[in-house]
């Protein structure tokens, strides 16, 4: 009789093991929602890192986290421009140190060398500065 348990109990952790890999990727993929390009949206995943522009390369920017004033480098080598809040697109070689960001990662996942997929920019202008919930609501 403890055979018979043992057995089925390594076919229900294999069904189970099964179900969830089988469910994996849509959970991963349900779990990343980037925001749409002057469309908004309800269902956007929180930015993976706000703050202000420290400067611009080719396929990289640095920002300056705004509470923590940590600073990392992001890559953008598979973007084009970056989105305004308020509508447009800027390229990255155009945009002014200073500038308020927020910045979603590839898969929305944080790694040593983050690649973004989406970077949002508040205003060009460094004078113009957003309130302070920017930085943590969407």
Known sequence: ?????????????????????A???NLALSACNLPVP???GADVSPPNYTGYLK???????????Y????????????????YSAFGGDEKFV???NGIAVRVWFKDCLSSPKPSASYVEFFS???????PGSYFYKY
């Open 1 to 21: 009789m403890p055979e018979i348990s043992k057995k089925i109990c390594e076919i229900f952790s294999l069904w189970c093991l099964l179900t969830l890999l």
């Open 23 to 25: 469910l994996a990727p």
């Open 38 to 40: 002057d469309m908004g």
């Open 55 to 65: 400067s611009t390369g080719v396929g990289w920017i640095v920002v300056k986290d």
């Open 67 to 82: 509470k923590s004033q940590n600073v990392k480098r992001i890559g953008i080598s598979e973007l084009g421009e970056a």
């Open 94 to 96: 155009n945009l002014k």
């Open 124 to 130: 060009n202008n460094p004078l113009d500065q957003p």
